[in-house]
C-alpha cells in the first residue's frame, strides 16, 4: 500500500467527480484510509458515496469553503472546460484552496488546454501546483481494484513526490511521462492507438459476416492471433457483439479524444489522414447511435452504412 498509514491518516483529499471512472478510483483512496471530501454534480451522488465509504465526506454541489483545507484536489470530470470551470469559475476552487494545495487531474483533457489552466492558476495562487494524470486500464473494470495504469505530467518534483503515494494507491502502474502536459499526451495518443483498432475491428466484423464468417469466432481467432486488441479481448467481445453496450465508456468521450489526439497530432507538424478518418467516422457513428450510447455502439454506424446488422452473440463465460 503505497505511503505509510499516518501519512494516508494526516492527509485530506479533495474529491471531484464520481463518475464511472471517478467512483471506483476514489474507492482506492478511501480503502486505502485516506480520509475524503467528495462533491459529484448527480444528485445524490456525493452522498451515496458517503454512505459507501467510512472515511468519505460529502460535500454539497457549490460549497467550495469544504475544500479549503485539503491537501490534494483530485478532480475527474468530462473534459478540460469543467475543470476549468470548478477550479476558475464562478464558485471556483483556487480561490479557498491552501496554499501549496496540489490538484491532480485526472480527466481526459487537452494538453494545451491543461498548460493554459495552470497559467491561470497562478496567476490566482502561484503556491499551487497542477499534475496532470489521466487514467487507462488493460482490462474492464480495473480501477475498482487499483490496477489502473496512470500517466503523469508534473512539472514540480517537490510536489510530484508529496502526490506519488496517492498516485500509486489509484493506479497499480505509475508512468511520470514529463512536464505538465505530458500526461493528457500520452493519454490522447493512447486512445488513438485504441480507436484505430476499433475502425479496424468494425471492418473486420461487417466484411466478414458479409463473407459468411461467424464474428463471434472472428475475434475469438483474433484473442489468440496478432489481431488481439484490447476492444477484442474486452469491451467488443462482452458489450459489442453482445449488444449489452454496458462497457461504461460514452462513444462521445471518445469522439471528443479523438479531436484532441488529431489536434496533438497536428501541432507536431505530421501529416495524417488517419487522425481525420478516425474523426469523421466516429462523428458519423455518434449521430446514429444518439444522444449517451456506450462507444461499443459504434457499430451500429457501420451496420447502417453497410445495411447489415452483425449477428447478437451471447456472453462470454468468465
Same mark, same amino acid.
Given at each position: 500500500? @503505497?505511503?505509510?498509514?499516518?501519512?494516508?491518516?494526516?492527509?485530506?483529499i479533495g474529491y471531484i467527480g464520481l463518475g464511472n471512472a471517478g467512483y471506483p478510483l476514489a474507492?482506492?483512496?478511501?480503502?486505502?484510509?485516506?480520509?475524503?471530501?467528495?462533491?459529484?454534480?448527480?444528485a445524490g451522488r456525493a452522498e451515496q458515496f458517503a454512505q459507501e465509504n467510512d472515511n468519505a465526506?460529502?460535500?454539497?454541489?457549490?460549497?467550495?469553503?469544504?475544500?479549503?483545507?485539503?491537501?490534494?484536489?483530485?478532480?475527474?470530470?468530462?473534459?478540460?472546460?469543467?475543470?476549468?470551470?470548478?477550479?476558475?469559475?464562478?464558485?471556483?476552487?483556487?480561490? !479557498?484552496?491552501?496554499?501549496?494545495?496540489?490538484?491532480?487531474?485526472?480527466?481526459?483533457?487537452?494538453?494545451?488546454?491543461?498548460?493554459?489552466?495552470?497559467?491561470?492558476?497562478?496567476?490566482?495562487?502561484?503556491?499551487?501546483?497542477?499534475?496532470?494524470?489521466?487514467?487507462?486500464?488493460?482490462?474492464?473494470?480495473?480501477?475498482?481494484?487499483?490496477?489502473?495504469?496512470?500517466?503523469?505530467?508534473?512539472?514540480?518534483?517537490?510536489?510530484?513526490?508529496? @502526490?506519488?503515494?496517492?498516485?500509486?494507491?489509484?493506479?497499480?502502474?505509475?508512468?511520470?511521462?514529463?512536464?505538465?502536459?505530458?500526461?493528457?499526451?500520452?493519454?490522447?495518443?493512447?486512445?488513438? !492507438?485504441?480507436? @484505430? +483498432?476499433?475502425?479496424?475491428?468494425?471492418?473486420?466484423?461487417?466484411?466478414?459476416?458479409?463473407?459468411?464468417?461467424?464474428?463471434?469466432?472472428?475475434?475469438?481467432?483474433?484473442?489468440?492471433?496478432?489481431?488481439?486488441?484490447?476492444?477484442?479481448?474486452?469491451?467488443?467481445?462482452?458489450?459489442?457483439?453482445?449488444?449489452?453496450?454496458? +462497457?461504461?465508456?460514452?462513444?462521445?468521450?471518445?469522439?471528443?479524444?479523438?479531436?484532441?489526439?488529431?489536434?496533438?497530432?497536428?501541432?507536431?507538424?505530421?501529416?495524417?489522414?488517419?487522425?481525420?478518418?478516425?474523426?469523421?467516422?466516429?462523428?458519423?457513428?455518434?449521430?446514429?447511435?444518439?444522444?449517451?450510447?456506450?462507444?461499443?455502439?459504434?457499430?451500429?454506424?457501420?451496420?447502417?452504412?453497410?445495411?447489415?446488422?452483425?449477428?447478437?452473440?451471447?456472453?462470454?463465460?468468465s
Open positions: 500500500m @503505497a505511503g505509510s498509514n499516518e501519512s494516508r491518516k494526516s492527509m485530506t474507492s482506492t483512496l478511501t480503502k486505502a484510509g485516506y480520509h475524503l471530501i467528495v462533491r459529484d454534480a448527480g465526506q460529502a460535500a454539497a454541489e457549490g460549497d467550495s469553503k469544504a475544500f479549503g483545507d485539503v491537501d490534494i484536489l483530485v478532480t475527474m470530470l468530462p473534459n478540460g472546460e469543467v475543470v476549468r470551470d470548478v477550479l476558475l469559475g464562478t464558485d471556483g476552487l483556487a480561490k !479557498v484552496l491552501r496554499d501549496d494545495a496540489i490538484i491532480i487531474d485526472t480527466s481526459s483533457s487537452s494538453p494545451f488546454h491543461t498548460r493554459e489552466t495552470a497559467q491561470l492558476l497562478s496567476e490566482i495562487n502561484s503556491s499551487l501546483t497542477l499534475i496532470d494524470s489521466p487514467i487507462t486500464q488493460a482490462y474492464q473494470h480495473a480501477l475498482a481494484k487499483g490496477d489502473a495504469t496512470l500517466m503523469v505530467g508534473c512539472s514540480n518534483p517537490e510536489a510530484l513526490e508529496k @502526490a506519488m503515494p496517492v498516485l500509486k494507491t489509484m493506479g497499480k502502474h505509475v508512468f511520470h511521462m514529463g512536464d505538465l502536459g505530458f500526461g493528457h499526451a500520452t493519454k490522447t495518443l493512447n486512445n488513438y !492507438v485504441s480507436a @484505430a +483498432s476499433i475502425l479496424g475491428l468494425c471492418d473486420a466484423l461487417i466484411a466478414g459476416q458479409q463473407f459468411g464468417l461467424d464474428p463471434e469466432k472472428m475475434i475469438d481467432v483474433m484473442n489468440v492471433g496478432t489481431g488481439v486488441n484490447f476492444s477484442t479481448k474486452e469491451s467488443f467481445r462482452t458489450d459489442g457483439l453482445t449488444r449489452r453496450f454496458e +462497457s461504461g465508456y460514452q462513444l462521445s468521450l471518445l469522439l471528443k479524444d479523438m479531436k484532441i489526439a488529431e489536434s496533438v497530432i497536428a501541432s507536431t507538424g505530421l501529416q495524417s489522414d488517419l487522425s481525420h478518418l478516425i474523426v469523421e467516422k466516429l462523428a458519423d457513428a455518434d449521430k446514429v447511435a444518439g444522444p449517451g450510447a456506450d462507444h461499443t455502439q459504434v457499430i451500429q454506424g457501420w451496420e447502417k452504412a453497410s445495411g447489415v446488422q452483425l449477428k447478437q452473440s451471447k456472453q462470454p463465460e
